[in-house]
Nanobody
Framework: QVRLVESGGGLVQAGGSLRLSCAAS????????MCWFRQVPGKEREFVAA??????RTYYADSVVKGRFTISRDNAVYLQMNSLKPEDTAVYYC??????????????????WGQGTQVTVSS
């Protein structure tokens, strides 16, 4: 059974940093693309970044990240978030897919999802 578990969320002041982690289990993820989405109440889930587990190729939502976030992986998938802003406040979700895409930025492309971790940035 595939399981994705996010951690690392919390409350941080604007300008601060957080590192989110996603622990994946239940299958071999070496051929997977893993990603981070975020969602605020009343809005659609928004793509943040993705990484190909094998090879490490990355994909970013430039309009969201603007050089502030970095996705990486070793035994887990990480999202390093720097220079956080109040508008980054959201529930952040980890997801994975074995499928192919040119951008990996759509919710429907992902097969597995974590339960989410809350990130709150105070002004």
């Amino acid at each position: 059974q595939v399981r994705l578990v996010e951690s690392g969320g919390g409350l941080v002041q604007a300008g601060g940093s957080l590192r989110l982690s996603c622990a994946a289990s239940g299958r071999t993820f070496s051929s997977y693309v893993m990603c981070w989405f975020r969602q605020v109440p009343g809005k659609e889930r928004e793509f943040v970044a993705a990484i190909r587990w094998s090879g490490g190729r990355t994909y970013y939502a430039d309009s969201v990240v603007k050089g502030r976030f970095t996705i990486s992986r070793d035994n887990a998938v990480y999202l390093q978030m720097n220079s956080l802003k109040p508008e980054d406040t959201a529930v952040y979700y980890c997801a994975g897919t074995s499928g192919y895409s040119s951008s990996y930025s759509l919710v429907r492309e992902y097969d597995y999802w974590g339960q989410g971790t809350q990130v709150t940035v105070s002004s």
